[in-house]
């Protein structure tokens, strides 16, 4: 299976207690959903791991057993993996307002001109909304909120994405944060 045929549902943060508890950084929409998707695999696709999700932990983050880890060792031993699911069973997005993060890693960003700026290279949730990660041919990279009004274009098939950046950021002012 292909790194694009998978998501990213969680990553593992830590291990909780001593009888083998992780904590999970979830990305999905319902975080008590990542493990209603199945078993989830590691980045290397090497570990196919079972979830049940035993409660919340501070800061946003769940709680989860893993079948077969019974001790805080085994699951500090899975702190910092990326945990996937295939694609096929996720929901589907709605219409053009919805988007995995997956999905749009690797689009190529132009502004309303038509002039290149780079492609999207990372994702990120700071809370208070979406942030695009674009970097350009240079390797200057800029954040872009993913906003309607930043972003009025999202072209999956197509391959890109069609910016309005804020005027900060044409005139060179510092980066600028916001949610879409």
């Known amino acids: 299976m292909s790194q694009s045929d998978r998501v990213c549902v ?13 904590t999970l950084r979830a990305f999905t929409e319902t975080p008590e959903a990542v493990a209603d998707y199945g078993p989830v695999e590691t980045e290397d696709g090497v570990r196919r791991l079972r979830l049940a999700v035993a409660g919340r ?10 079948e077969g880890v019974g001790d805080r060792d085994e699951a500090l031993a899975l702190q910092g993996q990326r945990l996937y699911v295939p694609r096929d069973r996720l929901p589907p997005t709605q219409d053009d307002k919805e988007f995995y993060h997956a ?16 492609n999207v290279t990372a994702v990120h949730d700071f809370g208070a909304g979406d942030v695009l990660t ?10 872009l909120p993913f906003t ?6 999202v072209d999956l098939e197509a391959g890109r994405l069609i910016v309005d950046p804020p005027q900060e950021l044409e005139d060179g002012g510092a980066d600028v944060g916001g949610g879409r």
């Open 10 to 22: 969680a990553a593992v943060v830590g291990a909780h207690g001593l009888k083998g508890l992780i």
């Open 57 to 66: 932990a501070g800061k946003g983050r769940l709680l989860a057993r893993v």
């Open 103 to 118: 999905d749009l890693l690797g689009l190529r960003v132009s502004d309303l001109a038509g002039k290149a700026l780079g």
């Open 134 to 143: 674009i970097r350009d041919k240079a390797g200057n990279e800029t954040t």
């Open 148 to 153: 309607e009004a930043v972003v009025p274009t």
